[in-house]
């Protein structure tokens, strides 16, 4: 794991009895886990992450060694040690290597093996933990101390018996007088009004290249978020997604496994698919038995007919100068009431930005020379007409080393990249109110309602110069 | 022994977790560290929190700290009377947590466990006491915890010795049914799992009846421990169990409980659970497996990765009898649209992509083990998964690689259509190889230049284009050799037709004879040269204009313009695969000549040897025997060669090939006079021919130059070597040496030896002062030096002082021992001393004795050797900080 440049080993947990059942299953072909440092060594070198050793090495470089999922083989002293789960986030590594119960020659495929996905349960729990409001290094290290406890908990003797990590943070034991069986997560000890909190939060992706031969898109997908504070082990809630009349069906719908029942006509519906206009379009009913943390009801992805922001991108290179031209419509379906909006403009394998000359007809541009960055702050509405233009010349001074350098962005291939939230909206029209979230407990509960649309890797790409297509169709 | 304090025991855990191998052999024995920690583990001074990271050694590295069954058994005792002894308090429950879990671990895992071992029937009776505590009611609320770790200590051992618990089913279930607090997922676990593992050894046997088994209430099965591995889950395909319908429905009303209240759980136990009851199902065959179809929509719909591999694992077991036509389509869609799910963390999604390829249909048509598409796979469904720029590389791959399978597939125009994206795609990559994509845009341009050529080989015109934006990117880039080998070795395995490969190595060698021998040429002539002599590889390929091109390489030698032994190796090696792979006919004349002019010519005579050499083995040998001798690592049959001029010789290409020195064997000692000497370290051979280089560690020194050693034997005393060493910086470094011999078997050898520290006192050089000089006029000198050299003065000058008492040894025979020859002048107990340091550089010293002190002031034009000097005063003077 990450300091500076140098990774060290934060925190590691050996399960002696599962080595012992691996090395029935395996025999003489079983291969021991190396101490430590010697783990370590093999992991980075596996993962390229060694600053020394940057040439090519056949037996890992080779083209034919294609690695196509997060499983990875180590090299070590005495074999190849196979399969170490590896996950990389916010310079850490998440490692773990699970029980194989079959033989290991050749390599079973990953579908068969149990230990697979319980490893990814438990290194994404950890993962959820590690990376929940942690701000600081003082705040790291405080929880990479909590880790024994919860691993203890969590998975006691290597089978992982509950990952989620937060939930296990609240250690205290509620004393049980029912008659029925409570749910493993229900550990609440939550005593006072209680409250439900309920916020849909949209997130939309575009890449728009203004080309006849190249298809835009743009891609909506939401999280549905849940915080219950409720007395008592067991509760009932029901949260009901609603759509308007002319709203756009939800697809790819994916539920928290406290979900306790789903009707079919839920999940029917698949971005894979043809839209289909009889397609269900709620409402969404989804009763669960709520954890005490705040936890991702549901997922789901949804497919609007139009974009939000349309824009278009001229970048000419003219002389030793850019021309630029922006211009940007916002649909007026959408609600143009926007906590912030901007569009950033970097420029990249070139020098700081030394000149520029600029037109706007709305909002402000500021310029960040060192960081070859413009940025067109358009604020919290368009004007009446709903479209705004930039229009300039930029020129550039020589290429240095502190400017931001891009593989994909060489020539005259640019973008322009859209940053908004309008709150208290939706793309899809999915929302939850007061009257969709049933709770079934004694006294009247508070239920608070939200919902936000973000925007997510919006690009707009110059369509004077090549653009990466990430979208493709077979049918026309 | 005393008590260690609890500071202590962290650090002790900590340099034991660093390596407990090293940690238990440094110690005086394995005992003692063990019985310090039993110890120290009922003592009462030791606080809660210490004792519980203490036993994470004992949980963690049992079989290191009981390597026999008899410690292990030992220490479980000592565990259990120190669990024993502990009050039922909630603040000592975690503690006892730990002690259970920390039991189990170190009889299971040192292999202790066992019918005749007193600790183990103790730790069951125990475990199950504590398991029988239903809903908190004896020991309250506090205990919870003790209990759940029971139960899980309890299904460990289940796991580790299947059938342990198989005659207890009756018990187990009903304890699993009383419990209603968050505890009962810990009973459901070890209950599917006994049940699993009866059911399964009930199916091997064939002893008994599934109905005595369900109601099962007696002891334990201790021949479990001796029959461990009787059955493996991975083998229930072949048993099967035919119950009457009285048990069958007993099983069901079971099997129905379990998965009503399976929601309960939480997902990663639920999982297991699931897959537990499945293989039960599975081998009792007159239990339908529809009775999962309650389940399943839950399963389909949900967010967690435990839960729908379950649902895949279901549908692997089960095909058509649990899953219709149309919900098999349901769920590859689902798995479809899961694979891409922007919400989903990537590795995931790359999981589900894998699942994708073996995809558990109902009727498979190839075999489990291999990559295969899904016959409901269409390339409408696949369309979504197209790989982008933006995708990480394992993602990139894994579609690349999925919707290759696609097109190869599926015919018509999408699939046609498809192919040219991929290509598309794969030229966009070799674009950012171009611009600042670095190692990982390599690595990947690579790989699917790779599967395309695997998957598209046989495509003329698009495999034309790829050859193209190789070729231009080689000549970009020529630090892609190594990668351009690999992709021609590999694709060369994978290709039924060798076409490809022989036409890119064609185009690269076209490009290679065709560049200009203009200097700088060192850094770029080697990588051609690598890839050249890959190329002489290919029969196919004509060599002729490699020939050619050798030949100006060669007359440049000649001029003197180039003539490094690494390319005259490297040129070597193109000649030498030339005479393995090609026919005689084709470049054998053009061969000998060149051959005669690199041992005519080449300026380094090893070079020149190596070259006779060929020279030789080409003019004497038919291409028959010619091959036998360069087939690398081959064993030549000594009959083939009898009349030949090598016959006496094993293996040449043994001969031929530097080989990694098995043990040093040579040692550089220091003589008085910072000389190195060289000796053999161990039993001494004789060795030729040895060429010892120096690498420099920083830039402080000039380039060593390499030190030739005609022969090194033992029987003559070690050489005297005299190192040249030119500093840039007058600072101490360090060499790492290498070197290189032939022994007397005539193989070569390659080996590290130790490496050679140059301290600050080996530049010392005293001041070059005329022999006739008089006292005076060297003070006069240093004198003028000394104010010269004032840090107000120009740049780097500094000065600095250096005080010690000394009680250890006078000033006066300090000097004598280490400055003598440095000495300028002394002057009523003032010792000047005047040091230059190379290459430019100068150090004064004013050394006197002052009231039992030693005070040297100090001066120099470089402020930056300071530290060095002050660190070397130090240690001769031996003054400890």
Same mark, same amino acid.
């Given at each position: 794991?990450?300091?500076?440049?140098?990774?060290?080993?934060?925190?590691?947990?050996?399960?002696?009895?599962? /080595?012992?059942?691996?090395?029935?299953?395996?025999?003489?072909?079983?291969?021991?886990?190396?101490?430590?440092?010697?783990?370590?060594?093999?992991?980075?070198? /596996?993962?390229?992450?060694?600053?020394?050793?940057?040439?090519?090495?056949?037996?890992?470089?080779?083209?034919?060694?294609?690695?196509?999922?997060?499983?990875?083989?180590?090299?070590?002293?005495?074999?190849?040690?196979?399969?170490?789960?590896?996950?990389?986030?916010?310079?850490?590594?998440?490692?773990?290597?699970?029980?194989?119960?079959?033989?290991?020659?050749?390599?079973?495929?990953?579908?068969?093996?149990?230990?697979?996905?319980?490893?990814?349960?438990?290194?994404?729990?950890?993962?959820?933990?590690?990376?929940? +409001?942690?701000?600081?290094?003082?705040?790291?290290?405080?929880?990479?101390?909590?880790?024994?406890?919860?691993?203890?908990?969590?998975?006691?003797?290597?089978?992982?018996?509950?990952?989620?990590?937060?939930?296990?943070?609240?250690?205290?034991?509620?004393?049980?007088?029912?008659?029925?069986?409570?749910?493993?997560?229900?550990?609440?000890?939550?005593?006072?009004?209680?409250?439900?909190?309920?916020?849909?939060? /949209?997130?939309?992706?575009?890449?728009?290249?203004?080309?006849?031969?190249?298809?835009?898109?743009?891609?909506?997908?939401?999280?549905?978020?849940?915080?219950?504070?409720?007395?008592?082990?067991?509760?009932?809630?029901?949260?009901?997604?609603?759509?308007?009349?002319?709203?756009?069906?939800?697809?790819?719908?994916?539920?928290?496994?406290?979900?306790?029942?789903?009707?079919?006509?839920?999940?029917?519906?698949? +971005?894979?698919?043809?839209?289909?206009?009889?397609?269900?379009?709620?409402?969404?009913?989804?009763?669960?038995?709520?954890?005490?943390?705040?936890?991702?009801?549901?997922?789901?992805?949804?497919?609007?007919?139009?974009?939000?922001?349309?824009?278009?991108?001229?970048?000419? /290179?003219?002389?030793?100068?850019?021309?630029?031209?922006?211009?940007?419509?916002?649909?007026?379906?959408?609600?143009?009431?926007?906590?912030?909006?901007?569009?950033?403009?970097?420029?990249?394998?070139?020098?700081?930005?030394?000149?520029?000359?600029?037109?706007?007809?709305?909002?402000?541009?500021?310029?960040?020379?060192?960081?070859?960055?413009?940025?067109?702050?358009?604020?919290?509405?368009?004007?009446?007409?709903?479209?705004?233009?930039?229009?300039?010349?930029?020129?550039?001074?020589?290429?240095?080393?502190?400017?931001?350098?891009?593989?994909?962005?060489?020539?005259?291939?640019?973008?322009?990249?859209?940053?908004?939230?309008?709150?208290?909206?939706?793309?899809?029209?999915?929302?939850?109110?007061?009257?969709?979230?049933?709770?079934?407990?004694?006294?009247?509960?508070?239920?608070?309602?939200?919902?936000?649309?973000?925007?997510?890797?919006?690009?707009?790409?110059?369509?004077?110069?090549?653009?990466?297509?990430?979208?493709?169709?077979?049918?026309? | 022994?005393?008590?260690?304090?609890?500071?202590?025991?962290? $650090?002790?855990?900590?340099?034991?977790?660093?390596?407990?191998?090293?940690?238990?052999?440094?110690?005086?024995?394995?005992?003692?560290?063990?019985?310090?920690?039993?110890?120290?583990?009922?003592?009462?001074?030791?606080?809660?929190?210490?004792?519980?990271?203490?036993?994470?050694?004992?949980?963690?590295?049992?079989?290191?700290?009981?390597?026999?069954?008899?410690?292990?058994?030992?220490?479980?005792?000592?565990?259990?009377?120190?669990?024993?002894?502990?009050?039922?308090?909630?603040?000592?429950?975690?503690?006892?947590?730990?002690?259970?879990?920390?039991?189990?671990?170190?009889?299971?895992?040192?292999?202790?466990?066992?019918?005749?071992?007193?600790?183990?029937?103790?730790?069951?009776?125990?475990?199950?006491?504590?398991?029988?505590?239903?809903?908190?009611?004896?020991?309250?609320?506090?205990?919870?915890?003790?209990?759940?770790?029971?139960?899980?200590?309890?299904?460990?051992?289940?796991?580790?010795?299947?059938?342990?618990?198989?005659?207890?089913?009756?018990?187990?279930?009903?304890?699993?049914?009383?419990?209603?607090?968050?505890?009962?997922?810990?009973?459901?676990?070890?209950?599917?799992?006994?049940?699993?593992?009866?059911?399964?050894?009930?199916?091997?046997?064939?002893?008994?009846?599934?109905?005595?088994?369900?109601?099962?209430?007696?002891?334990?099965?201790?021949?479990?421990?001796?029959?461990?591995?009787?059955?493996?889950?991975?083998?229930?395909?072949?048993?099967?169990?035919?119950?009457?319908?009285?048990?069958?429905?007993?099983?069901?009303?079971?099997?129905?409980?379990?998965?009503?209240?399976?929601?309960?759980?939480?997902?990663?136990?639920?999982?297991?659970?699931?897959?537990?009851?499945?293989?039960?199902?599975?081998?009792?065959?007159?239990?339908?497996?529809?009775?999962?179809?309650?389940?399943?929509?839950?399963?389909?719909?949900?967010?967690?990765?435990?839960?729908?591999?379950?649902?895949?694992?279901?549908?692997?077991?089960?095909?058509?009898?649990?899953?219709?036509?149309?919900?098999?389509?349901?769920?590859?869609?689902?798995?479809?649209?899961?694979?891409?799910?922007?919400?989903?963390?990537?590795?995931?999604?790359?999981?589900?992509?894998?699942?994708?390829?073996?995809?558990?249909?109902?009727?498979?048509?190839?075999?489990?083990?291999?990559?295969?598409?899904?016959?409901?796979?269409?390339?409408?469904?696949?369309?979504?998964?197209?790989?982008?720029?933006?995708?990480?590389?394992?993602?990139?791959?894994?579609?690349?690689?999925?919707?290759?399978?696609?097109?190869?597939?599926?015919?018509?125009?999408?699939?046609?259509?498809?192919?040219?994206?991929?290509?598309?795609?794969?030229?966009?990559?070799?674009?950012?190889?171009?611009?600042?994509?670095?190692?990982?845009?390599?690595?990947?341009?690579?790989?699917?230049?790779?599967?395309?050529?695997?998957?598209?080989?046989?495509?003329?015109?698009?495999?034309?284009?790829?050859?193209?934006?190789?070729?231009?990117?080689?000549?970009?880039?020529?630090?892609?050799?190594?990668?351009?080998?690999?992709?021609?070795?590999?694709?060369?395995?994978?290709?039924?037709?060798?076409?490809?490969?022989?036409?890119?190595?064609?185009?690269?060698?076209?490009?290679?004879?065709?560049?200009?021998?203009?200097?700088?040429?060192?850094?770029?002539?080697?990588?051609?040269?690598?890839?050249?002599?890959?190329?002489?590889?290919?029969?196919?390929?004509?060599?002729?204009?490699?020939?050619?091109?050798?030949?100006?390489?060669?007359?440049?030698?000649?001029?003197?313009?180039?003539?490094?032994?690494?390319?005259?190796?490297?040129?070597?090696?193109?000649?030498?695969?030339?005479?393995?792979?090609?026919?005689?006919?084709?470049?054998?004349? $053009?061969?000998?000549?060149?051959?005669?002019?690199?041992?005519?010519?080449?300026?380094?005579?090893?070079?020149?040897?190596?070259?006779?050499?060929?020279?030789?083995?080409?003019?004497?040998?038919?291409?028959?025997?010619?091959?036998?001798?360069?087939?690398?690592?081959?064993?030549?049959?000594?009959?083939?060669?009898?009349?030949?001029?090598?016959?006496?010789?094993?293996?040449?290409?043994?001969?031929?090939?530097?080989?990694?020195?098995?043990?040093?064997?040579?040692?550089?000692?220091?003589?008085?006079?910072?000389?190195?000497?060289?000796?053999?370290?161990?039993?001494?051979?004789?060795?030729?021919?040895?060429?010892?280089?120096?690498?420099?560690?920083?830039?402080?020194?000039?380039?060593?130059?390499?030190?030739?050693?005609?022969?090194?034997?033992?029987?003559?005393?070690?050489?005297?070597?005299?190192?040249?060493?030119?500093?840039?910086?007058?600072?101490?470094?360090?060499?790492?040496?290498?070197?290189?011999?032939?022994?007397?078997?005539?193989?070569?050898?390659?080996?590290?030896?130790?490496?050679?520290?140059?301290?600050?006192?080996?530049?010392?050089?005293?001041?070059?002062?005329?022999?006739?000089?008089?006292?005076?006029?060297?003070?006069?000198?240093?004198?003028?030096?000394?104010?010269?050299?004032?840090?107000?003065?120009?740049?780097?000058?500094?000065?600095?002082?250096?005080?010690?008492?000394?009680?250890?040894?006078?000033?006066?025979?300090?000097?004598?021992?280490?400055?003598?020859?440095?000495?300028?002048?002394?002057?009523?107990?003032?010792?000047?001393?005047?040091?230059?340091?190379?290459?430019?550089?100068?150090?004064?010293? $004013?050394?006197?004795?002052?009231?039992?002190?030693?005070?040297?002031?100090?001066?120099?034009?470089?402020?930056?050797?300071?530290?060095?000097?002050?660190?070397?005063?130090?240690?001769?003077?031996?003054?400890?900080?």
């Amino acid at each position: 794991m990450n300091n500076t440049n140098e990774f060290l080993l934060l925190y590691c947990r050996r399960y002696p009895t599962v /080595e012992k059942r691996a090395k029935a299953f395996n025999g003489a072909s079983y291969v021991t886990v190396p101490e430590d440092s010697a783990f370590l060594k093999a992991l980075l070198f /596996e993962l390229r992450l060694t600053e020394s050793d940057k040439s090519f090495v056949e037996y890992r470089d080779s083209c034919s060694r294609i690695n196509k999922t997060s499983v990875y083989a180590l090299t070590t002293g005495g074999g190849d040690l196979w399969p170490v789960l590896a996950f990389q986030k916010s310079g850490l590594i998440y490692v773990c290597l699970p029980l194989v119960e079959q033989s290991l020659k050749p390599h079973p495929p990953l579908i068969s093996i149990s230990g697979i996905s319980q490893a990814f349960a438990l290194l994404s729990g950890l993962l959820l933990f590690i990376n929940s +409001s942690q701000k600081n290094e003082a705040e790291m290290s405080a929880k990479i101390c909590q880790l024994p406890g919860l691993l203890m908990q969590a998975c006691p003797l290597g089978t992982p018996l509950d990952t989620n990590l937060n939930g296990l943070l609240d250690n205290t034991h509620v004393p049980t007088n029912h008659t029925q069986k409570q749910p493993v997560w229900r550990v609440s000890t939550y005593k006072g009004k209680p409250q439900v909190n309920v916020c849909v939060t /949209e997130k939309v992706k575009s890449m728009q290249y203004d080309k006849r031969d190249v298809a835009d898109m743009w891609q909506v997908y939401g999280t549905v978020t849940c915080k219950c504070d409720l007395e008592g082990a067991t509760s009932n809630v029901t949260v009901s997604l609603n759509l308007p009349a002319n709203g756009s069906p939800l697809q790819d719908i994916l539920v928290h496994p406290c979900v306790t029942s789903l009707d079919s006509a839920i999940l029917t519906s698949c +971005s894979v698919d043809v839209m289909d206009d009889s397609a269900f379009s709620g409402p969404y009913k989804l009763p669960f038995n709520p954890p005490s943390d705040l936890f991702n009801l549901c997922y789901y992805t949804s497919q609007v007919p139009v974009p939000p922001i349309l824009g278009f991108y001229q970048l000419k /290179e003219e002389e030793l100068q850019l021309k630029l031209t922006v211009t940007l419509k916002l649909h007026e379906s959408v609600k143009n009431a926007f906590e912030y909006c901007e569009a950033r403009i970097p420029f990249f394998n070139r020098g700081p930005v030394t000149h520029l000359e600029y037109k706007v007809s709305y909002g402000q541009l500021d310029v960040f020379r060192d960081k070859s960055l413009l940025v067109w702050v358009i604020g919290q509405k368009f004007p009446k007409s709903l479209e705004i233009s930039l229009t300039g010349t930029v020129t550039f001074g020589s290429m240095s080393k502190e400017q931001p350098v891009d593989p994909i962005c060489t020539g005259s291939t640019a973008y322009v990249k859209l940053y908004f939230r309008i709150p208290d909206y939706t793309l899809t029209g999915c929302y939850a109110d007061q009257h969709s979230v049933q709770v079934f407990t004694s006294g009247k509960p508070k239920i608070s309602t939200s919902r936000e649309l973000i925007s997510s890797d919006y690009y707009i790409w110059n369509s004077k110069a090549s653009a990466p297509a990430v979208y493709r169709t077979l049918f026309f | 022994m005393g008590v260690r304090s609890g500071e202590s025991w962290a $650090q002790l855990i900590t340099s034991f977790r660093a390596g407990p191998v090293a940690f238990l052999s440094s110690g005086d024995s394995d005992d003692a560290f063990l019985a310090e920690l039993l110890q120290d583990l009922s003592s009462e001074r030791i606080s809660e929190q210490t004792k519980v990271s203490m036993l994470t050694l004992l949980l963690e590295f049992p079989t290191q700290l009981c390597p026999e069954p008899e410690v292990g058994e030992r220490v479980a005792i000592s565990l259990l009377t120190n669990f024993a002894q502990l009050p039922h308090s909630p603040k000592l429950s975690w503690l006892r947590r730990h002690l259970l879990l920390v039991i189990g671990t170190v009889l299971i895992s040192t292999e202790a466990f066992g019918e005749s071992s007193r600790a183990s029937h103790d730790y069951l009776s125990l475990l199950l006491h504590l398991a029988s505590d239903l809903n908190d009611q004896r020991q309250g609320l506090g205990d919870r915890g003790v209990r759940a770790a029971a139960c899980e200590s309890l299904r460990e051992l289940e796991c580790c010795y299947p059938g342990l618990l198989s005659r207890r089913l009756d018990s187990l279930r009903s304890m699993q049914q009383q419990e209603l607090t968050p505890v009962h997922q810990g009973y459901t676990l070890l209950y599917s799992l006994a049940l699993r593992n009866a059911v399964l050894l009930l199916a091997h046997r064939g002893e008994g009846t599934l109905g005595e088994l369900l109601a099962g209430n007696e002891g334990l099965a201790w021949e479990a421990i001796e029959n461990a591995g009787a059955v493996s889950p991975a083998s229930i395909d072949c048993l099967l169990l035919l119950p009457t319908p009285t048990e069958t429905k007993e099983l069901k009303s079971v099997l129905s409980q379990l998965l009503d209240d399976s929601y309960l759980l939480a997902p990663s136990a639920q999982s297991q659970l699931l897959w537990h009851l499945a293989q039960v199902v599975c081998v009792v065959r007159t239990q339908s497996p529809v009775i999962f179809k309650a389940q399943l929509m839950r399963l389909f719909g949900t967010a967690h990765v435990a839960l729908l591999h379950a649902s895949l694992q279901l549908k692997g077991l089960f095909t058509d009898s649990l899953f219709t036509a149309e919900d098999e389509a349901f769920l590859l869609r689902r798995l479809v649209g899961m694979a891409q799910h922007p919400s989903l963390p990537s590795p995931v999604k790359l999981f589900y992509l894998d699942c994708l390829l073996h995809f558990p249909e109902n009727r498979p048509l190839g075999s489990g083990s291999e990559e295969g598409l899904p016959v409901l796979l269409t390339p409408r469904l696949a369309s979504c998964l197209f790989p982008s720029l933006f995708n990480d590389p394992s993602t990139m791959l894994a579609r690349l690689n999925l919707l290759s399978l696609v097109c190869l597939e599926n015919q018509g125009p999408e699939a046609e259509r498809g192919i040219g994206y991929i290509f598309e795609h794969i030229l966009a990559l070799a674009s950012t190889v171009v611009g600042k994509g670095g190692h990982e845009a390599t690595g990947l341009f690579f790989r699917t230049a790779y599967l395309f050529a695997r998957y598209f080989g046989s495509r003329v015109q698009l495999m034309a284009e790829l050859t193209g934006t190789l070729v231009g990117l080689y000549r970009q880039r020529c630090s892609l050799a190594p990668n351009l080998i690999n992709l021609l070795n590999e694709t060369q395995v994978v290709l039924d037709d060798p076409a490809w490969p022989m036409a890119l190595s064609k185009a690269l060698q076209e490009l290679i004879v065709g560049v200009p021998l203009l200097p700088p040429w060192e850094r770029e002539l080697g990588l051609h040269l690598k890839l050249l002599a890959r190329m002489a590889k290919e029969s196919g390929v004509p060599q002729g204009s490699t020939v050619g091109f050798l030949q100006r390489l060669v007359r440049l030698a000649g001029a003197r313009r180039l003539g490094d032994w690494h390319i005259g190796q490297a040129l070597l090696t193109i000649c030498r695969n030339l005479m393995q792979h090609q026919p005689p006919l084709a470049v054998g004349c $053009q061969l000998v000549e060149l051959l005669q002019d690199v041992s005519l010519s080449y300026p380094d005579v090893d070079v020149q040897d190596r070259a006779r050499f060929y020279y030789t083995l080409l003019a004497c040998l038919s291409h028959d025997k010619l091959g036998a001798v360069l087939a690398p690592g081959g064993c030549l049959k000594a009959r083939t060669l009898s009349s030949s001029i090598m016959a006496d010789s094993e293996n040449f290409t043994a001969a031929l090939t530097v080989h990694p020195a098995p043990q040093c064997l040579l040692q550089l000692k220091r003589e008085t006079l910072s000389l190195p000497m060289l000796a053999p370290a161990s039993a001494p051979p004789r060795l030729f021919c040895l060429l010892l280089r120096f690498e420099r560690s920083d830039n402080f020194y000039e380039p060593v130059p390499d030190i030739c050693v005609p022969c090194l034997s033992a029987a003559r005393p070690p050489p005297l070597l005299t190192l040249h060493l030119q500093p840039l910086c007058p600072y101490p470094t360090k060499l790492a040496v290498s070197a290189l011999y032939t022994t007397q078997a005539g193989l070569t050898y390659w080996s590290q030896l130790e490496p050679l520290q140059v301290t600050f006192p080996d530049i010392f050089l005293p001041l070059a002062l005329p022999m006739a000089w008089d006292p005076e006029s060297r003070r006069h000198l240093f004198d003028t030096l000394w104010s010269s050299l004032c840090p107000e003065g120009v740049g780097d000058c500094a000065e600095s002082l250096f005080c010690w008492p000394t009680s250890q040894q006078p000033l006066g025979v300090l000097v004598q021992t280490h400055f003598a020859s440095y000495l300028v002048a002394e002057e009523s107990g003032i010792y000047k001393i005047a040091i230059v340091l190379p290459p430019r550089y100068h150090v004064l010293l $004013q050394a006197q004795e002052i009231q039992g002190a030693a005070r040297i002031a100090i001066r120099t034009d470089n402020w930056k050797v300071l530290p060095h000097l002050s660190a070397y005063l130090r240690e001769v003077a031996g003054v400890v900080e």
